[in-house]
């Protein structure tokens, strides 16, 4: 297809080093978007909440990110790029000793909104920093390796996070990453130059005009539909593992760190694998969650099946995420600061609304099985835009 000849490229060591200091901090924003999908029966009896009330701190956080990213992008243009990404893990770390200490449910939602906002802008940069450094052909690789650290946190920070939580309290992982935030503030201060060579006077309006090519906005709908069928199921996943599955709470971080080892390396494969035929990945990865899904809601009784379609879900689910924000990024190459913004938060809009109607199918007569009959009916829609962009991109290579 018309883009699948792009090649990938080694990112030299000086270019490496700065992308994986950046993978360090988007584990530490990963692990916080969803660490609360394995604490939820915990946390909601802490705080005297619903299981899919609880839920609601995933879909507000994942609400702030979809109105605060490109908000934050925008405010933080005429900052320098390491000015920008420390500023963030300051205001993240503030986000989650808040957390840690508060008792009212409304404060802590508001707390969660707050790190959204950070953890939003520091996946905008980020992405931007990396895709600059590994240069054009190189970006989709090199994205791919700071989303892995994101994906990385579901193998690690979600699940030993959900089991720390068994043992110390709920609020304990919060503390930790508050932490962790300040060691990665230092990191980023000392590897990141004092001004980027992109720094300078930029014209908002400059960036916007950017965005209307039509093939951004293809895109954008994918990020949305596909984070709306993934995290649907992944957001419920503990309450399907012990009510449907029957297995012991105890047991649940390991099949969550199961669905985080197929996320990261689906993350890392897609980055890699997508840099010469991406058209070709995106429509392999998204039959595979349409497919993993469906036959999720009719073998989530058995363990054994369970536990392998949640890894092939993390496997699926989330691979096509470096391949849409490299798009993105290069389609609107005059604005790659909010063109990665928009895929950031257009993919919490995604989470958002999966989280949102599973919580909603949670307490229907669907039950548990509901979140995944949600995700597998989102994941089906993937296949219209992705059809379009096909298209679009074909007529723009022709001329």
Not at 111 to 131: C, I
Not at 185 to 212: I, N
Not at 293 to 298: E, R
Request: proline fraction near 4%; charged fraction near 10%.
């Amino acid at each position: 297809m018309a883009s699948d000849s792009m090649r990938a490229v080694t990112v030299k060591p000086r270019n490496s080093f700065v992308t994986f200091v950046l993978a360090g901090g988007t584990f530490l924003m990963g692990t916080t978007e969803f660490i609360v999908a394995g604490l939820l029966p915990t946390i909601a009896a802490d705080l005297g909440v619903t299981v899919a009330d609880a839920g609601l701190m995933i879909t507000v956080f994942a609400i702030g990110m979809v109105v605060g990213t490109p908000l934050m992008a925008v405010l933080m243009l005429k900052l320098s790029q390491r000015t920008a990404l420390c500023l963030s893990l300051v205001i993240f770390a503030i986000g989650h000793v808040i957390v840690a200490i508060s008792s009212d449910f409304g404060l802590v939602l508001t707390a969660r909104v707050v790190t959204a906002l950070a953890t939003g802008a520091f996946w905008a940069v980020a992405a931007v920093v990396a895709s600059r450094v590994a240069g054009p052909e190189g970006s989709s690789r090199a994205v791919g390796i700071v989303i892995s650290g994101g994906m990385l946190a579901n193998v690690i920070g979600v699940p030993v996070g959900a089991l720390a939580g068994q043992f110390i309290g709920w609020r304990g992982p919060f503390w930790v990453l508050a932490a962790l935030a300040g060691l990665g503030l230092m990191a980023v201060y000392r590897t990141l130059g004092h001004d980027s060579p992109e720094t300078g006077a930029v014209s908002v309006w400059a960036e916007f005009k950017a965005l209307r090519d039509v093939r951004v906005w293809l895109v954008l709908a994918c990020c949305v539909i596909v984070n709306g069928a993934s995290y649907s199921a992944y957001s419920f996943l503990v309450p399907l593992l012990m009510v449907n599955t029957g297995l012991p709470e105890v047991v649940t971080p390991f099949v969550l760190l199961g669905y985080g080892a197929g996320a990261f390396i689906g993350s890392y494969t897609g980055g890699h694998l997508g840099a010469s035929r991406p058209y070709s990945v995106l429509f392999a990865t998204t039959t595979g969650t349409f497919l993993v899904l469906g036959a999720l809601c009719f073998a989530s009784q058995q363990p054994v099946p369970t536990v392998c379609l949640t890894v092939l879900l993390g496997l699926f689910g989330v691979s096509t995420h470096p391949l849409l924000i490299s798009m993105a990024v290069r389609f609107a190459s005059a604005a790659p600061t909010l063109a990665s913004a928009l895929c950031t938060s257009f993919l919490n809009l995604g989470t958002a609304i999966g989280s949102w109607g599973a919580g909603v199918a949670l307490e229907s007569e669907l039950g548990v099985i509901g979140p995944v009959v949600v995700g597998t009916a989102i994941a089906g829609l993937c296949f219209i835009p992705l059809g379009l962009l096909v298209s679009r991109q074909r007529q723009a290579a022709s001329f």
